[in-house]
């Protein structure tokens, strides 16, 4: 296995799918001739040509629409949004249209497309540049919600999304990019819908997704040291959500931390720990804590910055008390 | 397909005669490749012994008939449908289209099956004037398991993927940038379809709308956009709410030529809209046609149209309707008379009578129904889990 990085995993997936299957492409802003803005698209204009990967001028909505009416006549398309900020001028498309249109033509047409790009809080860009926002489409029947921690989830992932025949929501993280890490070469898919167990633990679930699995395993380390053996827990999907793994884990450990760069209302943690309420709850000795990105928009001021973010402290200390430790 | 097979056969029948019978049968053959190997050549008018010429374009009897027969059908089928809507039968918003029967049905004679077609809420006439099937549209309306959606969409949503009828968008503007989507769709398959993206007077106002032009213009995307302007966006006069009401000027920031049509005259909307979609489908890109036209019913059945008065109304309804101006024609050439135009009408409102009934025959959708086509592929061991609650 080779070592590469998130955006070169992403990119091979998209590679390895447009080879395979001539009805997918690449649409989006500066993702052409600029090779992506975040270089996820490297090279792509020069393999695929034109056609197949195609630069927008900047209307989110316009070109989200142009994907849905796409997807609807047969082809596979691959929106990209430079950012997941973006994409609010583009929910129109995405909630009312894509959403829905299998239910509501009777399944006469669907929408079978990839919505991508950078989402969660990236760095010193302030508040309409660094915001969480899976719950909103998680919310959304018709929508399937993809988060991959790591450079070979997010190829497996990719890969799984573009050949899903559902409208996949596909929230890479920004901070996360260069990240490297060991990665199967060639054809590689890691289903939908599938948990994975980043670290066994027997004392306290962490449930992470995206940079926060990363945040949760660093906790777990610390926990380590302190004699609490966490089991760190990532979706991957956020919809539909594995919780069977989840909830086989806090019928081993007892105690559950959730943890998401989102806010704290009506966020992923507030879903999942209502799941762990309902479906586990005698298994549990302590209530689920959660930890969240603060109730404010972001601030730029690095000190701030900081603060409104979850931390690897914040989530040890929640652990340590769900553990009685503290 | 059979849909080409029968097409070409035309097509040979009508090469034929125009050789064997100089002067019958006019217009330049251009043949139009399609993916699945097959061809079809592009229609055209013949002239046969009668029929009407309308600058230059002839029409046959038998082409006059149906274009007549479809929008009396469709005027008829819209006042049933306002009838059981006055009944309760058909519930939440229902937009009719009395009035602009002509743009229906002078669009899809001059488009191919093949071509793409969507447009806002007010979706009956085209579905119908598309060829789908009546009894599915009222069971649709009804709410009933037969209709064209199974009973998921009603009034707003009617969908015929056979027919390729891409709705039925119930949120303003939204079927714009899909369908510059279908149009690319074509376009990177070098399928010649069109798309025919439909909106209203105001409908032209959304943003999106702009994104749309931009993009099928800077593409070269196989689209005509066609603005149906009936002068009124719900209780607001086009005056009221557009700087430029020339509509079809709307398309100039975006090199997108337009052109401006009397909506009320099925032959002028054929004519145009066959030059549209010839740009279209040559490759030119996109095309605006504005089609003047009135809705002499309210916004919805809902709305009592207060802000307009009863000498507006009438002066399109008496002076500029569709169905009587072709009557009209068809009689002061002879081709028919005002008396079997009226047993006609007698037949039509029998044969939607009986599509009524037989759409109120059917039962509701089963309550499985509530649970079908959310997800395609479907992931069994994850929640929210199909089929069920919790
Ligand atoms: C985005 C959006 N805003 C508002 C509405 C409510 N609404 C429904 S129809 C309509 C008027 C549209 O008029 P026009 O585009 O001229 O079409 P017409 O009804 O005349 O066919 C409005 C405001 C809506 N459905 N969607
Ligand atoms: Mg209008």
Known sequence: MAKITYREALNQAMCNEMERDDRVFLMGEEVAEYNGAYKVSQGMLDRFGPRRVIDTPITELGFAGLG?????????????????NFAILAMDQIVNAAAKMKYM?????????????????????SSQHSQALENWYANIPGLKVVMPSNPADAKGLLAASIRDNDTVIFIENEINYGDVAEVPEGEYIVPLGKADVKRAGSDVTLVAHSRMTGYALAAAEELARQGIDAEVIDPRTIRPLDEATILTSVAKTNRAVVIEEGWRFAGI???ISARIMEKGFDDLDAPVARVTGKDVPMPYAANLETLALPSVAEIVEAARAVCNRN | MNFYLIRIVRKMIAIISHWLLPGYGCGIIRRLSFPNGGAMVAKQKQVKAKGLTHEGRNYSVETLHKMHDMMLYIRRFEEKAGQMYGLKKIGGFCHLCNGQEAICVGMEEAAEPTDYMMTSYRDHGHILARGSDPTAVMAELLGRAGGIVGGKGGSMHMFDIEKNFAGGNGIVGEQVPIGIGFGFASKYRDDKRVSITIMGDGGINQGAVYESFNMAALWKLPVVFVIENNQYAMGTSISRASAETHLFKRGI?????????????????????SEALEHARSGEGPIIVEMMTYRYRGHSMSDPATYRTRGEVDEWRSGRDPIARLQKQMVDAGLMTEEAFKQKD??????VASVAKAAEAQPEPDPSALWDDIITDEIPGAYPYPRQVG
């Open chain 1, 68 to 84: 849905v009416g796409a997807s609807m006549a047969g082809l596979r398309p691959i929106i990209e949004f430079m950012t997941w």
């Open chain 1, 105 to 125: 033509t009777g399944g006469q047409y669907s929408c079978p497309m990839v919505f991508r790009g950078a989402g969660g809080a990236a760095a010193r860009v």
């Open chain 1, 269 to 271: 943690g507030a879903e």
């Open chain 2, 253 to 273: 920031s975006f090199k997108v030529p337009g052109m401006q049509v009397d909506g009320m005259d099925v032959l002028e909307v054929e004519r145009k809209m």
């Open chain 2, 346 to 351: 007698k037949e039509i409102k029998k044969e």
